[in-house]
């Protein structure tokens, strides 16, 4: 009697079955050939971090981006990067990798500051120091590093100069303030810190318009539209970041109302973030004021982080960055300290 | 080369060779920890993938899985949030909020399906608009109901299933071989496939065309919520963001796997296949630290050559 053959079905799902079992069972060693993690680092040595970024939608965050990968390099570090395009699933999968391939320690930018929070327990269970980059985790007893802006204070202070310009006016101003995504604290540090700034302005200016965007420059651009549209005589606006002013120009364009600040007819501009177009748009005298957060010193701070902690010194909570709001008034003094300026001058 | 190319594990051969291409090269793909990665981050993909599957093969699409993974996992947060839910810190709130997140998405599905079979309407228009309805929708909810776009303190039950991953793979798993036994076994998985063949001739045959589109919306719908389900647990956050960017990996998973676009061809074990390839691609692609474009370009035209596959291979093998 012939011998059955062995059927293809049979025969692919054992070797399917064989393969993963194989691995589950850690037959393929990290140190085995063909996976050639870094022996780890010794006391002390950091050679890995891990980065990962929620977007580099805009010039704030790739110029974080680089500034951290300029710093991994000249310190000798390898830098593992990952960007999530907004999925915080995206996000925790490159995380969990980064722990895999266990690293010295991770940056992260976080979708929102509750998402956040697993990854963070997850490299806490793995015993690698955490840092988040400019946006900070909701409360939470996770171990962890936040290098973040006081976006309250530093919008406060820019959108207070623009009070004082709208005083002088003589005249009441009504306000328009373009938010950020409100699950995002940055947003909500800014949009409180406007609010307060013109609370303490009394009657001198009115809010008649809080447009969400979202961080999307289409719903800013659609929601600016509109509030023109209802409120000719706006005569101050504030947006939450300045990647939003390109949708600000191309309405006030427009309507002809796109006017510097030595001109009639001016609206009071002012931003948030210090980029190279808010740097170019202050310089041709449009744009009035923006708070400037130091990008560049939040990454240095981010990585002395993880080499203070792989040192084994204690690593803070929280690390302010204070930043300063820079104006019409003090630009020529103070924009060798905007990152935005250093950006748009190597561009020329 | 015809058996090759026309063999139903043809995925499964491409997921040996691509192993194979991965493992001598790249740091950390071959060990305990990476598997364990990999096989929590298709779970969601999987049974998004399988809900889908079903659609396809009657002929349609279903853009609005996406929208109810977001309306599902705010629906499920509100209930069982710690702090402001509604059955927030009670025993009943957990299986409460899991009934509330499926039955979310079998509304949904049915709300499609009864659009696209009793109003006649094209899938692709309806469920693209109920995508842009039903996310909006699960925004405002949140932002009415708690005044934050993320809901958190889930009960530690639910968050086991994230936690967990032998929970999280035996919910997918159950799922799957739920729609395997459903298309393989049953007279409604044969009538699927019929209307996906031909819709006039089922018609006439006597299979309830209308009853069966609706039917496999709403099994999709379910599906959805059961990613909604391990993507909140994994997340540990009820969120209207949840799965956004998944949409193109789902119908590239079921189109990758063999599942044809224009219907009455598929398997629910074609998709394992295309959601492994697809998930080894990018596991080993974002292990070589290449950029994350890189990889969505990459992966674009892996779907795409996928596509273009499955049309050659289907006239190749009947011309064989």
Request: hydrophobic share 50%; with cysteine; glycine share 10%.
């Amino acid at each position: 009697m012939r011998p059955r053959p062995l059927r293809t079905r049979t025969f692919l799902t054992a070797m399917t079955a064989v393969i993963v079992m194989a691995a589950l069972t850690g037959c393929g060693k990290p140190d085995a050939p063909g996976a050639a993690t870094q022996p780890p680092a010794a006391v002390g040595q950091v050679k890995t971090i891990g980065v990962a970024f929620e977007t580099l939608q805009t010039e704030f965050w790739v110029a974080g981006f680089d500034k951290l990968k300029a710093e991994c390099a000249a310190k000798g570090i390898t830098m593992l990067e990952g960007v999530a395009d907004g999925d915080a699933s995206k996000q925790f999968d490159q995380v969990k990798n980064f722990i895999n391939r266990k690293v010295d320690g991770i940056i992260i930018v976080p979708k929102d500051g509750k998402t956040v929070i697993p990854m963070i327990k997850a490299a806490n269970a793995a015993n690698i120091p955490v840092v988040l980059y400019n946006r900070p985790a909701d409360a939470t007893d996770a171990r962890h590093t936040a290098v973040a802006p006081d976006n309250f204070a530093i919008t406060r202070e820019t959108v207070t100069y623009l009070v004082s310009l709208a005083k002088k006016t003589g005249r009441k101003q009504k306000a328009m303030i373009l938010m950020g995504d409100l699950s995002d604290v940055n947003a909500i540090g800014r949009r409180d810190g406007f609010e307060a700034a013109v609370k303490e302005a009394g009657d001198a200016v009115e809010v008649v318009a809080r447009i969400p965007t979202d961080w999307n420059q289409e719903k800013a651009l659609a929601g600016v539209q509109s509030a023109m549209q209802a409120n000719p005589d706006i005569g101050l606006i504030f947006t939450s970041s300045d990647f939003m002013f390109p949708s600000i120009k191309s309405v006030l364009s427009n309507l002809g109302k796109w006017k510097k600040h030595n001109e009639p007819g001016h609206i009071l501009l002012g931003g948030f973030d210090g980029d190279a177009t808010a740097y170019q748009l202050m310089a041709d005298g449009y744009v009035d004021a923006t708070g400037v957060q130091d990008v560049y010193w939040e990454a240095e701070q981010a990585i002395q982080v993880i080499l203070d902690a792989k040192a084994g010194r204690p690593a803070p909570v929280r690390i302010d960055d204070k930043g300063f709001a820079i104006t019409q008034a003090n630009l020529k003094e103070m924009e060798s300290r905007m990152w935005g300026a250093v950006v748009a001058k190597n561009k020329k | 080369m015809s058996r090759i190319i026309g063999s139903e594990f043809f995925v499964l051969f491409l997921c040996l060779i691509a192993f194979a291409a991965f493992a001598p090269f790249t740091p950390g793909f071959v060990s305990t920890g990476n598997f364990e990665n990999l096989l929590t981050a298709c779970l969601p993909l999987l049974v998004l993938a399988t809900g889908q599957t079903m659609v396809l093969i009657t002929g349609g699409i279903d853009l609005s899985v996406t929208a109810i993974i977001g309306l599902s996992s705010v629906v499920g947060a509100l209930v069982m949030g710690g702090e402001q839910g509604w059955l927030g810190g009670s025993p009943m709130a957990m299986p409460v909020a899991v009934a509330g997140m499926l039955a979310t998405g079998a509304l949904v599905g049915l709300f499609n399906g009864a659009c696209i079979a009793w109003l006649r309407m094209p899938a692709f228009m309806v469920t693209l608009t109920t995508t842009m309805f039903f996310s909006g929708l699960a925004v405002w909810l949140a932002k009415k109901v708690v005044n934050a776009e993320s809901i958190y303190h889930l009960p530690p039950a639910f968050l086991a299933l994230g936690a967990q991953a032998w929970m999280a793979l035996a919910l997918a798993v159950f799922a799957t071989f739920v729609a395997h036994v459903l298309l393989a076994r049953t007279l409604l998985g044969r009538w699927l496939y019929a209307v996906g063949h031909n819709p006039r001739a089922s018609l006439i045959s006597g299979v309830p065309v209308a009853g069966v589109t609706v039917g496999a919306y709403v099994l999709s719908g379910i599906f959805a919520a059961m990613a909604a389900i391990l993507l909140t647990a994994r997340l540990e956050t009820g969120s209207p963001n949840h799965g956004k960017a998944l949409l193109l990996d789902v119908i590239g998973a079921a189109v990758i796997g063999g599942t044809s676009l224009f219907g009455g061809k598929g398997k629910v074990l074609w998709t394992v296949y295309g959601v492994l390839f697809l998930s080894l691609i990018s596991n080993g692609l974002n292990l070589l630290n290449l950029s994350d474009f890189l990889i969505t370009i990459i992966k674009g035209v892996v779907i795409l050559v996928a596509a273009l596959l499955d049309v050659w291979r289907t006239r190749f093998v009947r011309g064989s």
